[in-house]
């Protein structure tokens, strides 16, 4: 479900997953590269290569750790995507009950006629509903802050194992 105050823990979920999917392919390709490596290595005219190799396998597992961390981190905020959507529609029943609405995560009054009974029952109701949204907009801020985190991390050491491996292969 897509809601403009959480965000879309469905496409979370798939990206997270996929960025996993591509890491355990790569995995299975490390398999060959190894057995590759091992048969030059015999060889003490192929050590130029085996280093060469042993370079790509450095920048392959590089590579498949930040692609499961990062996957994993996504699809861990989906999870709280979606247990925080869930939360902002009980809420949101809670403000209706009330007489209140949801403006994003702000609960406010709609506009209308009201009656005396009414503007009380919406002043009684709308401090603790608004402390709830608060929750829910601080989980939501700590959710996102985390997975950025995660993804500028992973960012960064597959920039750095790049640059490495484009230093190597310029000598």
């Not at 479900?1 to 798939?14: E, L």
């Not at 247990?83 to 709609?110: K, N």
């Amino acid at each position: 479900m897509i809601d403009g105050a959480t965000g879309d823990p469905g496409s979370c979920s798939q990206l997270g997953g996929a960025l996993r999917s591509n890491a355990a392919q790569l995995l299975t390709l490390r398999t060959e590269l190894i057995e590759r490596t091992e048969r030059l290595r015999r060889d003490p005219a192929e050590a130029a290569t085996v280093d060469d190799l042993d370079a790509d396998l450095r920048l392959l597992d590089a590579t498949v750790d930040r692609l499961d961390a990062g996957g994993a981190a996504l699809q861990r905020f989906a999870q709280e995507l979606a247990e925080i959507a869930e939360s902002v529609r009980r809420l949101e029943g809670s403000a209706q009950t009330a007489g209140l609405v949801l403006d994003g995560l702000r609960v406010v009054e709609p506009w209308g006629v009201l009656t005396t009974e009414l503007a009380q029952q919406r002043n009684r109701a709308q401090p603790e509903l608004q402390r709830r949204a608060d929750r829910l907009a601080s989980q939501l801020g700590r959710a996102r802050t985390v997975t950025a985190r995660a993804m500028a991390e992973g960012a960064q050491a597959l920039a750095a194992a790049a640059t490495a491996s484009r230093t190597r292969s310029l000598r």
